[in-house]
């Protein structure tokens, strides 16, 4: 079953970009974050969102919020994607799928390739948005207007 608007954000752990086991206790309950789902790394649509998220990750940052990237590439994939592009932001390496499958992410073009689906999350662990689309420079601006309006409300 997806995760949709309203629902609460399962708790997750996965081994970041360092090598490093995060879970999702560091963000949810603290502050608003987006987490995004992508196929793979260094393919074209996924290192312009990459890239695209690196170039406005200051503005979520400005507005309390974190940004993350998940994808069932290995952490070494993760480390010479984010040397590469200089991607700021957290990367989790989902090789099991795991969390790919507590979100219910749906595969894209007849299941051949693992969807593309943003999330944002409130402060309080609430799902905000959820975009589904395999055209990923979609996902930033939508983000970015779904974090302002949890920020404008808890003003």
Do not use: W
């Not at 994607?81 to 099991?96: E, G, N, W």
Request: hydrophobic share 45%; aromatic share 10%; charged share 20%.
């Amino acid at each position: 079953m997806a995760i949709q608007v309203g629902d609460r954000i399962p708790h997750f752990s996965a081994l970041d970009t360092k090598g490093n086991s995060f879970d999702s206790d560091a963000v949810v309950g603290k502050k608003p974050f987006v987490i995004y789902f992508y196929p793979k790394d260094n393919t074209p649509g996924c290192t312009a969102q990459a890239c695209s998220f690196r170039d406005q990750y200051e503005d979520f940052l400005d507005l309390g919020a974190e940004v993350i990237g998940v994808s069932s590439d290995s952490v070494i994939s993760h480390q010479k994607f984010t040397s590469q592009y200089q991607l700021p932001f957290i990367l989790l390496s989902d090789a099991d799928k795991k969390i790919r499958t507590l979100f219910g992410v749906p595969s894209a073009l007849l299941g051949m390739v693992p969807g593309r689906v943003t999330y944002v999350v409130d402060a309080a662990g609430v799902v905000q948005m959820v975009f589904n689309s395999m055209l990923a420079g979609k996902h930033i601006p939508k983000a970015l207007e779904a974090v302002k309006k949890i920020v404008a409300v808890s003003m």
